[in-house]
Every structure is written in structure tokens, then in C-alpha cells.
């Protein structure tokens, strides 16, 4: 049981912790980087990466949450958990290849593009709501991992 827990509180901490960590890298990508275009890249090439790390550690969370209180205790926390992973895939499978699609259909950058163009309007309202989901993912992590304890 004891080791359901650590793996519970851990799997939370490494979401969190890559959750947290993720702008610090974009904003890094961003400013060192001579194109935006490849910044932009390598940041989302990480999201992804993230997202699926996400996954893993909510499975495990689930997986010893279930193993170490039973039915009896599957509650808010496994909640928040639940629904940080369908915000995730939301993200992952919806929202990403919406803006690949519109990044690619863009010849040059999409900064090059003006912001009253519909499809930098489309982009730049996928990339915002792919930020509040992130957002509110930290958020609901912060929660279970307070319940976790």
C-alpha cells in the first residue's frame, strides 16, 4: 500500500513538474532561437512529448489509487486525475494537429501572416485554447496531488 501511494504522489510530480517546467522551455525556444518557425517546432514537439508523459503517469495514478483504497476512495482526486487525462487527449488529439494542419496549409511562418488572415485567427484561437487547457490541467494536478497526501 505504501508504495501505491509513492508512486501516486510521484506520477502526480512528474505531470506537475513537466507542466510547470514546460513555459520556462517555450519561453527559452522562443527567445534563443534565430526562427520562430523552429521554435515553435521544438515547443511543440515537447507538448507532445509531455502530453503523453501526462497519460502514462495518470494511468499509474489510477492504476495505485484503485490498488491502494479501493472502490471506497475513488473520489475527487481520481476525478481531477480523469479529467486532467481528458483535457490532455483533448489537447493531444484535437487541438495540436488543428494547428499543424493550419501551420502547414500557411506557406513561411505564421507570424508572417497577418492577424485578420482567418487562419491566423484560427491558429492564433487553437493556441489559446490549448494555453487554458494547460492551465486548468496544472490546476486540477495542484488538487489531486493535495488530495493524494
Known sequence: ??????????????????????????????????????AGLIVGKSLINLH???????????ICSVASRGARKFAVGNLLVLLMMIGTSISQFGVIPRMNAI?????????????????????DTLHKASTDIEGLILLMG????????
Open 103 to 123: 501551420r502547414a496549409s500557411i506557406p513561411g511562418e505564421i507570424d508572417s501572416v497577418p492577424v485578420d488572415n482567418p487562419a491566423r485567427a484560427k491558429f
Open 1 to 38: 500500500m505504501a508504495l501505491a501511494r509513492y508512486l501516486m504522489r510521484l506520477s502526480l510530480g512528474i505531470w506537475i513538474g513537466g507542466l510547470v517546467f514546460f513555459p520556462f522551455l517555450a519561453q527559452n525556444a522562443f527567445s534563443t532561437l534565430a526562427s520562430r518557425q523552429s
Open 142 to 149: 495542484l488538487g489531486a496531488l493535495y488530495l493524494a497526501g
Open 52 to 62: 503523453w508523459i501526462g497519460l502514462g503517469c495518470g494511468v499509474v495514478f489510477l
